[in-house]
């Protein structure tokens, strides 16, 4: 693989990372650009370096290190300031799919990466919209109720 190629794929999974950081940062979270950038620019990296000048074995080995090192990233990220609570844990998750993006960008496959962080991005935005938080409310107040009877 020529170095512009490698390159490319990088920045291309820079771009994509940043796009999720950017909607994470705007949505206040704890994790943004810069680091969503990183995650995915660094998982392209090793797998593009893995591709190009070690064995197929070698290069599997990386990929599972890269995830690995993101999950302890993310769980970094996760964090329980009251008892019951979880904060974090959708951060965390994005997270891991600018990881599997830097990756796929890696591996040259540019338009399922490309569609993955479309497909992040709208995932993370749906909270957003008021048909579906609406729809959200009533099942976590029916979760609620059904809970109280029980209990």
Not at 12 to 40: D, M, N, Q, S
């Amino acid at each position: 693989m020529e170095q512009w190629e490698l390159l490319a794929r990088i920045l291309l999974a820079a771009v994509l990372g940043y796009g999720i950081g950017w909607e994470r940062e705007f949505r206040g979270k704890p994790a943004g650009e810069r680091t969503f950038a990183l995650i995915a620019l660094g998982a392209a990296a090793f797998t593009g370096i893995g591709l190009d000048r070690f064995t197929v074995t070698s290069t599997t080995r990386i990929v599972q290190g890269v995830i690995t090192g993101v999950g302890f990233l993310g769980a970094g990220l996760i964090f329980r300031p009251e008892r019951g609570t979880v904060h974090g844990l959708t951060t965390a998750a994005s997270a891991w799919a600018a990881c599997a993006i830097g990756v796929l960008a890696g591996a040259g496959d540019y338009l399922i990466a490309a569609a993955t962080a479309a497909a992040v991005i709208l995932i993370l935005e749906l909270n957003y919209v008021p048909v579906v938080r609406r729809f959200d409310a009533r099942r976590r107040q029916r979760a609620r109720s059904e809970g109280e009877e029980e209990g």
